[in-house]
């Protein structure tokens, strides 16, 4: 059995009081599950595809070559939760396409995702499937699928003014998966995690935006391999996206 009070007052390996009530009790010890669980994964040592996007590549090399993030900065509980509820979601709108006639195929027959590998194992990518026939929708197949779940307002964003715009990030991934998956089109999910609202996008493959994405990848495998920083996105340590960055004080501090 848990022993959830130590001889410090604090709940077993919680760190909270021991006047905290059950529910706290019970969420610190699964986030305490979940980090730990992420804290015992192997590091990633390539870059993947949903990352080519960031637009800053001082960070891009930061990750490639798992330097650690600032102090307080890592994923928490939370987060983690954020991140496995949204692959449940993506497992549940694969079931609702199916059911609705689309064939879609999000595994091999080795039961692995399909992806690509490339530059020796060092940039690599997973895309969440592949449609490859349904209902005539107004929509050539195959399409590379894509699936988001996202909050009340960038769901909206999205919707708005779409994924080039809205999110650019996926937009990137979307690119670098039809180049080197070679489909000429992708649609993208997005799922409103409150209301369980869907959108749908069909985005056409870009290839001079595809070559560039490519090139960006090239440049930060070599500047981690070369043990090189590459220049940071902004001039001073208020940019936005800087103020936000999991390796602000490391970047800005000196701490190269």
């Not at 079931?95 to 039961?111: A, E, I, N, T, Y």
């Not at 690119?175 to 749908?200: C, F, N, P, R, V």
């Amino acid at each position: 059995m848990i022993d959830l009070n130590s001889g410090s007052g604090l709940v077993y390996g919680c760190g909270l009081p021991a006047a905290a009530t059950p529910a706290q009790r019970i969420n610190a010890l699964i986030d305490q599950a979940l980090v730990e669980q992420t804290r015992r994964q192997s590091p990633r040592d390539y870059l993947g595809g949903s990352r080519i996007g960031e637009p800053c590549k001082r960070k891009l090399v930061y990750e490639l070559t798992n330097t650690p993030v600032d102090e307080g900065k890592g994923f928490g509980g939370q987060t983690l939760r954020i991140f496995d509820a949204g692959h449940q979601f993506e497992a549940l709108v694969v079931r609702w396409l199916r059911k609705s006639g689309f064939d879609l195929r999000d595994r091999g027959q080795d039961g692995r995702q399909f992806g690509f590998s490339i530059a020796g194992g060092r940039i690599r990518g997973h895309i969440d499937g592949v449609i490859v026939a349904g209902p005539d929708v107004g929509i050539a197949w195959p399409a590379l699928w894509e699936h988001k779940t996202l909050n009340a307002k960038s769901w909206t964003d999205l919707v708005k003014r779409g994924v080039q715009l809205s999110r650019p990030v996926y937009y990137a991934q979307l690119q670098i998966y039809m180049a080197y998956m070679e489909i000429g089109s992708a649609l993208l999910t997005a799922l409103h995690k409150d209301s369980q609202a869907l959108h749908h996008e069909v985005v056409p493959f870009d290839a001079a935006a595809a070559q560039a994405l490519s090139d960006k990848a090239v440049e930060i495998v070599r500047a981690a391999q070369d043990g090189e920083l590459l220049p940071r996105i902004a001039q001073n340590a208020d940019f936005y996206l800087c103020r936000w960055c999991a390796y602000a004080q490391r970047c800005w501090g000196g701490e190269a």
